[in-house]
């Protein structure tokens, strides 16, 4: 059974990785894939997201997602994790205790957002905290010579940004919020705007020059793109 990416409605970005725009808000849902384990990059904003997610990868790669790391905890990027039993999580340092403390919060933004009332309380109700919290950078070898590198590049969009720099040419880094395209990068209350500029050059580093870059919401991009954006953010919110 071959199953094209296209046909299941993701982007392909290269070998075994893609990603799929979330209905409704645009949020990305990235998978990486290696010989022997599986990367998801978030997890959408339900279970029953999360749900319709496991089974399209399953069918993608005729295997199972052993690996997820969440971008960051805005809901339409973590609510469907427990749809992924026995995967393994990563977040940023300090995710896990902010979901545990957090579902209130968590629960009333998606149903601000427009999440059925009922879904949310679902999700909230057996959300699921990182048990692994990656502090500066961790590499995840995904077997048959693929390490993908999770980064803690935040704070700034959230108190908890975390990116994923995939190898190869083109290296394709994963952007999380940070990076926005369909509209204006989006400040919540809990956005650290005097740090967001540095995040950005981070991520910069990260992928250097030739990279691919996949935002939280919106298009592929480019590093001069990034680079825009770090500037129109420092000047919108007064930092260099
Ligand atoms: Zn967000």
Known sequence: MDVSWEGLGWERLGNGVGRRRLPVWDATAALVAGADRALLFDTGSSLREGAELRSQTQRLLGRRVTHI???HPHFDHVLGTAAFAGAEVFGAVGLAALLRNGREELHSSAVRHGVPEHEAAEAVDVLVA???????????????G????????GPGHSGHDL???????????????????????????????SRWPAA??????????EAVYVPGHGAVVDAAFVRAQRDRLAARFGVS
């Open 146 to 153: 693929l390490q993908v590198l999770l980064a803690d590049v």
């Open 163 to 193: 990116a994923v720099l995939v190898p190869g040419s083109p290296a394709v880094v994963f952007c999380g919020d940070l990076v926005e395209q369909s509209g204006e990068p989006q400040a919540g209350s809990d956005a650290v705007p």
């Open 200 to 209: 950005l050059d981070r991520l910069l580093a990260l992928g250097g020059e």
């Open 130 to 144: 990182p048990r692994h919290e990656v502090c500066g950078e961790w590499t995840l070898d995904l077997g048959g």
């Open 69 to 71: 790391a969440l971008s």
